[in-house]
């Protein structure tokens, strides 16, 4: 299984971004998906997950600011990221795990297989 995240980019803080994740190797419908980042000095952090089901989790600070989405026709998941903030600048990182129980999907060991990470980076 391989993963394949694209899409980030230089931004002004207020900007939007889409980030995809495209897996290959095994349908994206056998994986809960998870998003995680991790800035310069700081360890990688969860920021959103979306089950099988489509239901989805968000890290506090980018509730309401960024959006979990997925295509299984197309093996990709997306973070659609608004309202970005200089704090959002990190290297993003997809990551995809079998089935997830809640207080287990925000924690990156319970994954299975990672993205080579996009770096995003928001400008103040």
């Known amino acids: 299984v391989q993963l394949q995240a694209s899409g980030g980019g230089l931004v002004q803080a207020g900007g939007s971004l889409t980030l995809s994740c495209v897996i290959s190797g095994r349908t994206a419908s056998s994986f809960d998906m998870g998003w995680f980042r991790q800035a310069p000095g700081k360890e990688r952090e969860f920021v959103a997950a979306?089950?099988?089901?489509?239901?989805?989790y968000y890290l506090d600070s980018v509730k309401g600011r960024f959006t979990c989405s997925r295509d299984n026709a197309k093996n990709t998941v997306y973070l659609q990221m608004n309202s970005l903030k200089p704090e959002d600048t990190a290297v993003y990182y997809c990551?995809?795990?079998?089935?997830?129980?809640?207080?287990?999907?925000?924690?990156?060991?319970?994954?299975?297989?990672w993205g080579q990470g996009t770096l995003v980076t928001v400008s103040s």
């Open positions: 990551a995809a795990g079998g089935t997830l129980i809640t207080t287990t999907l925000r924690d990156a060991r319970a994954y299975d297989y």
């Open positions: 979306i089950r099988r089901s489509r239901h989805t």
